[in-house]
């Protein structure tokens, strides 16, 4: 049985021996350090492990981490830690209320790998190595030590009732985006990953699309190139032809690789051009730059 394992941090070197040495018991994914990034792979993946490879992380990029792990905890998907023992400490001074176990570099692939599955396996918290407690007491702690924690709880209260303020007044000015393809799978898959930032719909033909945009308006459409009876070059000439829509922005998605059709493709003049599969950072960048 192989588990999976979703890989964050900038320790690119612990995440290549993930792949590279560990593959017999682990199913390896990564994810960017965005919040958004791993909550919307912690969703769609439903790794059994989340694994935090530390090197040179800031504060602030520790903070996003400890959002993301009060996001996950009803997942109930334990948390590993791997960095030098400086690092480590850092992130426990952070969130000491964090239930995660910690490894201290230098560890050798197989030790990691044993030690993770054995976490796994034993399906529980306790006896995990070198686990920060979740029970914080005063009669576990000075009491300045009970004021620091105080402290730091309710800063990181502040920091998320802040962050959610933010979040909601985003929602109210939401950008819209038209998602146009045949594939019931990839509306599904690219709604699920936009529909935090975005107002979205979708369509599974270009026909719809086009009746959608006769009483509607959006600031967006991602348009499949390739799809029957009405394709995205006709569905974006149609567009263009349309008084109301004809400065609407477009991107194509498509899994053409042919360099004459990429060339009709670009010929049409679309705000952009992705390939299937869609690598979903290009997508973030390319809606971003076209929408501002």
């Given at each position: 049985m192989k588990y999976k394992v979703l890989l964050t941090g900038n320790n690119k070197m612990i995440i290549n021996e993930f792949f590279t040495y560990m593959d017999f018991s682990f199913e390896c994914f990564t994810t960017s350090d965005r919040y958004d990034d791993i909550v919307n792979h912690v969703k769609y993946i439903h790794p059994d492990v989340l694994v935090y490879c530390l090197y040179g992380e800031n504060?602030?990029?520790?903070?996003?981490?400890?959002?993301?792990?009060?996001?996950?905890?009803?997942?109930?998907?334990p948390i590993v830690v791997v960095g030098d023992e400086e690092e480590c400490v850092?992130?426990?001074?952070?969130?000491?209320?964090?239930?995660?176990?910690?490894?201290?570099?230098?560890?050798?692939?197989?030790?990691?790998?044993e030690s993770i599955v054995r976490i796994l396996k034993e399906g529980r918290t306790e006896d995990r190595p070198q686990k920060r407690s979740v029970t914080v007491t005063e009669s576990t702690l000075k009491t300045e030590d009970v004021m620091r924690v105080a402290e730091e709880l309710l800063a990181q209260l502040a920091e998320e009732a802040e962050k959610e303020k933010a979040l909601a007044e985003e929602a109210e000015k939401k950008k819209h985006i038209l998602i146009v393809d045949d594939d019931s799978s990839v509306l599904k898959l690219l709604?699920?990953?936009?529909?935090?930032?975005?107002?979205?719909?979708?369509?599974?033909?270009?026909r719809i699309a086009l009746k959608?945009?006769?009483t509607k308006k959006t600031d967006m459409v991602l348009l499949d190139y390739e799809m029957p009876v009405e394709d995205g070059a006709s569905v974006l000439a149609k567009i263009r032809d349309n008084a109301s829509t004809k400065n609407l922005p477009v991107v194509f998605?498509?899994?053409?690789?042919?360099?004459?059709?990429?060339?009709?493709?670009?010929?049409m003049k679309p705000q952009g051009y992705l390939t299937k599969p869609i690598d979903m950072e290009k997508l973030s960048s390319t809606i971003k730059g076209v929408l501002g």
């Open positions: 504060p602030d990029d520790m903070k996003r981490f400890v959002n993301v792990e009060r996001k996950i905890a009803s997942y109930k998907i850092q992130l426990e001074r952070i969130a000491p209320l964090m239930e995660m176990s910690i490894f201290h570099k230098p560890i050798s692939a197989q030790k990691l790998e709604r699920g990953y936009l529909a935090e930032r975005y107002d979205v719909a979708t369509a599974i033909s270009g959608f945009l006769e998605l498509t899994g053409v690789t042919d360099r004459k059709k990429i060339m009709d493709v670009l010929a």
